[in-house]
């Protein structure tokens, strides 16, 4: 009997553990089709300057990964997703855009005529945006990206790999 009443007590707990996870997980699942429904929405922009910022404070991420109250988590869920893309929207509105890496890394490459090294880059960025700090991985990544936009060229010269803005044809 008392064993019986363990395994119960355990199932029980167990339950309302599962309950928890699957309304974070269905949380999670708003957010990302969200998510994918701007993305689907910007998806025939080639420029990636028109593509809406991600705003850095966004509260919905934060909501998706607390635990909700076991009471409320079945009709909570989806109210709380609704609400979180809307605090995303108004965020991303009241926030002044930043410029795009890509944007200030082709702003620094048309000061120069001889290409650069994305290290060389990156040391230059950090100097005049000291509030943004990306890595070298990320730098290169924008780099190779802004080649494969044909907004800048790549060259080799033996192991190091340079970079010099396109010019416009216009």
Do not use: C, W
């Amino acid at each position: 009997m008392a064993q019986a009443a363990s395994d119960l007590d355990e199932n029980r707990r167990r339950q309302e553990e599962l309950e928890d996870r699957l309304a974070v997980l269905k949380q999670e699942e708003a957010l990302l089709t969200d998510i994918l429904n701007i993305a689907e929405r910007y998806e025939g922009f080639a420029d990636a300057n028109r593509l809406p910022e991600q705003v850095h404070d966004e509260p919905a991420v934060t909501k998706a990964h607390q635990k909700p109250a076991r009471s409320s988590a079945r009709r909570s869920a989806p109210a709380e997703s609704s609400t979180a893309t809307t605090t995303v929207k108004a965020g991303t509105k009241a926030k002044s855009r930043q410029p795009l890496l890509g944007e200030l890394l082709s702003e620094l490459l048309g000061q120069y005529e001889e290409p650069r090294q994305a290290k060389e880059l990156r040391e230059e960025l950090l100097e005049k945006h000291p509030h943004r700090n990306p890595t070298p991985q990320v730098v290169r990544n924008t780099l190779e990206s802004l080649v494969a936009k044909g907004r800048i060229r790549r060259h080799k010269q033996e192991r190091s790999v340079m970079y010099t803005l396109v010019e416009d044809s216009d």
